[in-house]
Each structure stands twice: as C-alpha cells, then as structure tokens.
C-alpha cells in the first residue's frame, strides 16, 4: 500500500507565499518522477511543475520564476515553494508520484487526496 499525503495548504493574500509538502509512504522500492499538478473550479487539470529523481526541473510557463520544486529522496518527500501568488493559482494542488511498489513489484502512478490553495484578499 502506497499512500501520499500533502501539506501546507490554505489562504493567503495576493502577493505571499506557501510552501506545499507531499510525503510517499509504504511499500515503496524506488521513485521516479514527482510533480505537482493543480485544479480550479471549472478547469481541467494541469501539471504545475515535475522534478526527476536526479533533480531535473519543469515548469508550467504560468508559474516560472514563482514556483520552485524540490524533492528529499531520502524522505521521499516533493515540496513546493510558491511566491508572489496571486488569485490566479486559487486551486486545489495534487502530488503526483510515478514509483515502483513492492507489494506486486510493479511501477504505477499514484495521487495525493490534493491540498486546497486559495489566493485572496
């Protein structure tokens, strides 16, 4: 059983920061990509930024320059340290991990329940 739990949500005014936290745990071998995606009300989802597991980063061209994505492979742990919000990135954020899993020993996709963020005055 693999399970991934997210932290660090909640409001914030235009122009201040979170920093999100997103913590696999279980029956993991080893993990791959993680990334983070969003979803407001009404919007498809969509991926905010990804880290391979030797660092390499990407970036939605919205959040450039504003968002950072890091990860602790030893925590199997992603973060995202997200500046100058604004009411734009108003979304529900999920984590996302691609990790093989010892239980049947196969490689899969997993989610995170999702943290909501809401950028307001």
């Known amino acids: 059983q693999v399970q991934l739990v997210e932290s660090g949500g909640g409001l914030v005014q235009p122009g201040g920061s979170l920093r999100l936290s997103c913590a696999a745990s279980?029956?993991?071998?080893?993990?791959?990509?993680m990334g983070w995606y969003r979803q407001a009300p009404g919007k498809q989802r969509e991926r905010v930024a990804a880290?391979?597991?030797?660092?390499?980063?990407t970036y939605a061209d919205s959040v450039k320059g504003r968002f950072t994505i890091s990860r602790d492979n030893a925590k199997n742990t992603v973060y995202l340290q997200m500046n100058s919000l604004n009411p734009e990135d108003t979304a529900v954020y999920y984590c996302?991990?691609?990790?093989?899993?010892?239980?049947?020993?196969?490689?899969?996709?997993?989610w995170g329940q999702g943290t909501q963020v809401t950028v307001s005055s």
């Open positions: 880290i391979t597991d030797g660092g390499t980063t």
């Open positions: 279980g029956s993991i071998f080893s993990i791959n990509d």
């Open positions: 996302n991990a691609d990790l093989w899993e010892t239980s049947s020993w196969s490689r899969g996709d997993y």
